[in-house]
Nanobody
Framework: QVQLVESGGGLVQTGGSLRLSCAAS????????MGWFRQAPGKERDFVAA????????YYADSVKGRFTISRENAKNTLYLQMNSLKPEDTAVYYC???????????????????WGQGTQVTVSS
């Protein structure tokens, strides 16, 4: 099993930036494909970004493409989400997720992930 802990959330103005981190412990971090999801109040959990086990392939939701960057440092057991040009509609609780990696795949459905962090709040003021 892998345990995940997010950090880096906070309050930021429109147009600002934040970098989220997700620290993993337990099993070998490089054995997992990773993803970021977010959930706004009263809404479903939405896909944000995904990265394969080695970090060479990434995939983004259309709503964040060109503004957010997902990356990972396997040597540090850490996943990142750099968020630039933030908008009020980016306000949500952000979750990192992990699943065993197979053949370098990317996964964008929440049901594909078996391990989740507790979430970190991101609030973008207008």
């Amino acid at each position: 099993q892998v345990q995940l802990v997010e950090s880096g959330g906070g309050l930021v103005q429109t147009g600002g930036s934040l970098r989220l981190s997700c620290a993993a412990s337990g099993r070998t971090f490089g054995d997992y494909a990773m993803g970021w999801f977010r959930q706004a109040p009263g809404k479903e959990r939405d896909f944000v970004a995904a990265i394969n086990w080695i970090g060479r392939s990434t995939y983004y939701a259309d709503s964040v493409k060109g503004r957010f960057t997902i990356s990972r440092e396997n040597a540090k057991n850490t996943l990142y989400l750099q968020m630039n040009s933030l908008k009020p509609e980016d306000t949500a609780v952000y979750y990192c997720a992990a699943r065993p990696a197979y053949f370098g795949g990317l996964y964008y459905k929440a049901e594909d992930y078996g391990y989740w962090g507790q979430g970190t709040q991101v609030t973008v003021s207008s």
